[in-house]
């Protein structure tokens, strides 16, 4: 649920229904009763406000010699009785009580009305489908009347229109004519792809989504895009600053452990203010710190250098010398060249790969110790039992065979390659110097385009390393 976004859409919770003298009370009260809907919805109301859902109204507004249709009923007049309302006259006119929506659940000023609706289904004629895409909403809960008709066709266009989006039908949110004809529309509308729930599920669906929203605010690489997020969360304008009181509330709200919000707590502490600024908090979380002297900037010489430089000459050179044994130290064919090679590059893509996959945020501490050690495992090996005990490691000396005095070797200890592979990781290389750049902010957070500049002074190195390493590869193969 990272990011999610609810809202809350009320359909014809009007006086017409709802209240006593509403021409249509007649026909919901005995269910309206027995689902509890009056009083759950406006409880749900209050809580999604709380959560800063989206609270959304879809009232039936009629001139006087108007009707109610339906998109469904024309293609299928069968449907859940809805022709029975298409054909009465008078219902929820415009400038009266009973097309008022009820003060148990009565707008506020952020909350959308639609306007214009004289379909059951709440998606024509109106704007819902654009709020719902506009705003990224991820779970839509759905109450009102009657649940057979409007509630029925508004669900189904919802879960066709927007299949990436859960939709919710509240079960003791609604109403219909009988008890049975509720109950039916709410089985059928089961099988629909939209969930029927009750309005205590609802509450706790909706708190965690705020919760996983909140803890989205500090997701994202745009620094001011993040602020901007903490800003909104806190109920602050665009030109506005908060209140430094609010800050401590949304951070506190957070029960995180983030260095961002680490970094905002003490600095607050010593702020001195009671507004913040959306510069002063960029300033408070990215300013970075830049490095003076040899000695500050030496560990980020070694990790865009040295180490890059190091390690694709540690890399590179064995290619030739495997080349040599095998060919001229073991008498044996190109393509077997080939075969140990491939082994020895498929074993270090596996070693980034497990680095990535299960080194976590220190994976020098947790598992490049362990990848080296399995790599000098693999040369100890070759040096041990590489070879015959009469020839030195990578002499290229060729074996003697008692027939014809050729070299005629096996290739199978070389297969411990596979082990060396895996300590040569440049993953660690790209991941030391993300955390040695992370130093440098205050809060922890990378400056993206400062670590790319720096990728590329590392990769600069690496290639020149492997340039290195090939000359003198070809100088040596070609010599011996």
Not at 75 to 104: A, D, M, P, V
Not at 111 to 116: F, Q, T
Not at 395 to 413: K, V
Request: with cysteine.
């Amino acid at each position: 649920m990272s990011g999610s976004r609810t809202a809350i859409l009320l359909l014809d919770f009007q006086n017409e229904f709802v209240k006593k003298g509403g021409k249509l009370h007649n026909d919901v009260a005995d269910t309206m009763e027995k689902t509890g809907a009056l009083e759950n919805v406006p409880k749900l109301v209050d809580f999604a406000r709380k959560t800063d859902a989206m609270i959304i109204y879809s009232p039936v507004v009629m001139k006087e010699s108007g009707t109610l249709t339906s998109s469904v009923t024309r293609r299928q007049s069968t449907t859940f009785h809805s022709s029975e309302y298409s054909k009465q006259y008078g219902l929820f006119t415009e400038n009266t009580w009973n097309c008022e929506i009820i003060h148990e659940v009565e707008p506020r000023n952020d909350d959308i009305i639609l306007r214009d609706r004289s379909d059951f289904c709440a998606f024509e004629g109106t704007k819902l489908m654009s709020e719902l895409r506009d705003n990224n909403i991820t779970h839509f809960f759905i109450v009102g009347f009657l649940t057979d008709v409007c509630v029925y066709q508004t669900s189904t266009a919802a879960a066709k229109l927007l299949p990436e989006m859960s939709t919710y039908v509240i079960a003791d949110g609604c109403a219909a004519k009988s008890l049975d004809k509720h109950e039916t529309a709410l089985e059928k509308i089961a099988t629909k792809s939209v969930n029927v729930v009750s309005a205590s599920e609802a509450e706790s669906i909706l708190a965690e989504c705020a919760a996983s929203s909140k803890q989205s605010l500090l997701d994202g690489s745009d620094d001011w895009l993040m602020i901007e997020k903490i800003f909104s969360a806190g109920g602050v304008g665009k030109n506005e600053s908060m209140d430094v009181d609010i800050l401590r509330s949304l951070i506190e709200s957070l029960h995180s452990d983030s260095s961002i919000l680490s970094t905002l707590t003490d600095s607050l502490e010593a702020f001195g203010e009671t507004e913040i600024s959306r510069a002063q908090m960029h300033k408070i979380l990215f300013q970075r710190k830049h490095r003076s002297g040899f000695f500050e900037n030496f560990p980020l010489i070694i990790l865009m250098s040295y180490l890059p430089f190091l390690y694709s000459v540690s890399t590179r050179i064995p290619f030739i010398f495997i080349a040599l044994e095998i060919t001229q130290g073991r008498g044996r064919e190109l393509w077997e060249v080939g075969v140990v090679l491939g082994t020895y590059q498929v074993s270090r893509a596996l070693g980034n790969l497990i680095v990535v996959m299960f080194g976590g945020k220190d994976p020098f501490k947790r598992l490049q110790i362990l990848l080296s050690c399995t790599a000098l495992f693999g040369w100890s090996f070759l040096a041990l039992f590489g070879r015959p005990s009469e020839t030195s490691p990578f002499s290229f000396t060729s074996y003697l065979s008692e027939t014809d005095g050729g070299g005629n070797g096996s290739i199978m200890p070389l297969f411990a390659l596979f082990c060396v592979g895996l300590g040569e990781t440049i993953v660690i290389l790209q991941r030391s110097l993300m955390m040695e750049t992370a130093k440098e902010s205050p809060s922890g957070i990378m400056d993206e385009s400062l670590v790319a500049q720096r990728f590329s002074y590392q990769y600069a190195f690496v290639s020149f390393g492997a340039t290195c390493a090939f000359i003198v590869g070809g100088w040596l193969y070609t010599s011996r």
